[in-house]
């Protein structure tokens, strides 16, 4: 069972034999999992805490296990290690990134940043350690609108998300935002078009949306949030049918928590594509969460002057989202 796999070759262990190494090599190293929404619903069904970018950083500054295997992509990872720094944080696969992260690298934002003289800057927790390290606050989608709102008057920068900031731009009745231009692969490719004939194929499904849609999308919304918003609505809403425009990884917790609904996932523009499927969340596998559990590798470290600045943006989130 101890013996290393050669490199390429799958493990030779069933589903069920992962499952339940992984149940031992959790409590053999007392780790605790954590797995984003977008994950491969075997995974989510592993994890001690399943949930949003907000929930999953309050999981990570509360756990009192001594490993962190944090099922999601790199800047997850990160934020857990920022917030513990004392404990060991593993991810299934190392290569498992963000465009958005990718698309706002520190230096060019540290540049562009020297526009903006004397604004806040809130990020999006979709970013690197270093940006987050440049920020003065980071938000979620989940706490985006009330965090501008809560400060008032301040000139804001936000980043890097464009049409999360716009989206927090009307909501907060702030059109002076000044927003980093970038997009999420997975939620940029949703179809306006393809939506509308979903929506006449469907006419009693409600559309909900995370806000990281395009406006294209999101104006046919009956309901914008993030991904624990949109699973709760999906639980208490009447309606029995909805098109959901987010990442199609969603789903499985919310049939759980909307049983006997119909659950419609949006559709991207190229038909042959699976482009409503994060590349990079379902680089993670059983396979992979296995050997980082056995081997503790591969290890997310930041380095200690960039997690000491990025964990104040972070620890103020926290406390604006009591």
């Known amino acids: 069972m101890d013996k290393l796999p050669v490199v390429g070759q799958p493990l030779d262990l069933s589903p ?10 959790k409590v053999e190293k007392n780790a605790v999992i954590l797995a984003h929404y977008y994950q491969e619903s075997e995974i989510q069904d592993l994890a001690d805490y399943v949930g949003d970018s907000l929930q999953l950083s309050q999981a990570a ?38 465009s958005l992260a990718d698309g706002c690298p520190a230096p060019a934002f540290a540049k562009w940043l020297e526009k903006y003289p004397g604004h806040t800057v809130v990020s999006y927790i979709n970013c690197s350690a270093e940006v987050k390290a440049l920020s003065d606050v980071i938000c979620t989608s989940s706490n985006a609108v009330k965090i501008v709102k809560a400060l008032g008057d301040q000139k804001i920068v936000f980043a890097p998300d464009k049409h999360l900031g716009a989206f927090v731009a009307k909501q907060a009745h702030r059109p002076d935002l000044v927003l980093w231009q970038g997009t999420c692969i997975v939620h940029e490719t949703f179809s306006e078009r393809r939506l509308i004939e979903l929506m006449v194929k469907y006419p009693e499904a409600e559309v909900i949306a995370h806000p990281e849609c395009h406006e294209g999308i999101l104006k046919h919304a009956t309901h914008i949030a993030s991904t624990s918003g949109l699973i709760s609505y999906a639980a208490k809403s009447p309606k029995q049918q909805f098109i959901v425009a987010t990442e199609a990884g969603i789903l499985h917790k919310m049939a759980a928590a909307a049983p006997g609904k119909t659950l419609i996932p949006a559709p991207p523009e190229d038909e042959s594509c699976a482009c409503n499927v994060c590349p990079f969340m379902r680089k993670n596998t059983l396979e992979k969460l296995y050997l980082a559990l056995r081997d503790l590798q591969p290890q997310v470290d930041v380095p200690e002057a960039v997690r000491v600045r990025a964990l104040k943006p972070i620890e103020r989130m926290l406390a604006m989202s009591v």
């Open 16 to 25: 069920e034999e992962l499952e339940a190494e992984i149940k031992r090599l």
């Open 61 to 98: 500054a509360t756990t009192k296990a001594d490993v962190i295997a944090f099922c999601g992509v790199h800047f997850m990872a990160e934020t857990a290690k920022i917030l513990n720094p004392h404990k060991i944080v593993v991810v299934p696969d190392l290569s498992a990134g963000c």
